[in-house]
């Protein structure tokens, strides 16, 4: 795969697609038996709440990397993003319900870098709360 994108055709304030990502209880069991992050602030609601927690909530690397999606989907290639780092700021809260959570990500181009790369930041939210801080991407375009 190689990126779609042509850097000629970015400019600072290009916005990418925004995308959704809904997350379920058993969102996070698929995730615990992948990862093997099996804390149980992320499917004991009562462990959860016992530690202060106002309910369970999803991994921090799961949000990080639904967050990523909007720009390897944006570029066409995972393989395009050679830099990613985030600040985690709040916990994205998952109910027990038919709905579970909701991760809501928007993104941009923040800057023109040498070497047809590009710096994109992201914008992650989750019921009205910032939930990534300083998430930042380095793209290699074509």
């Known amino acids: 795969m190689a990126a779609q994108i042509q850097y000629a055709d970015v400019e600072v304030g290009t916005e990418l697609p925004a ?15 992948a990862s093997g ?17 106002p ?17 390897t989907d ?10 990613y780092g985030v600040r985690f700021t709040k916990p994205v809260v998952v109910p027990n319900d038919d709905r579970g959570g909701l991760i809501e990500v928007t993104a941009k181009v923040a800057a023109k870098l040498e070497d047809n790369r590009v710096r994109v930041d992201l914008t992650a939210m989750s019921a009205g709360q ?13």
């Not at 309910?55 to 720009?71: K, L, Q, S, Y």
């Open 37 to 53: 992050d099996f804390n149980p602030i992320h499917w004991n609601e009562k462990f959860a709440k016992e530690v202060g927690l």
């Open 19 to 33: 995308a959704s990502f809904p997350v379920t209880r058993a969102t996070l069991v698929r995730y615990a038996g």
């Open 55 to 71: 309910d369970v909530i999803a991994h921090g690397m799961f949000t990080m990397a639904e967050a990523i999606r909007v720009v």
């Open 74 to 83: 944006w570029v066409g290639d995972p393989g395009a993003v050679v830099e």
């Open 130 to 142: 910032k939930v990534l801080g300083m998430s930042r991407a380095v793209v290699a375009l074509a």
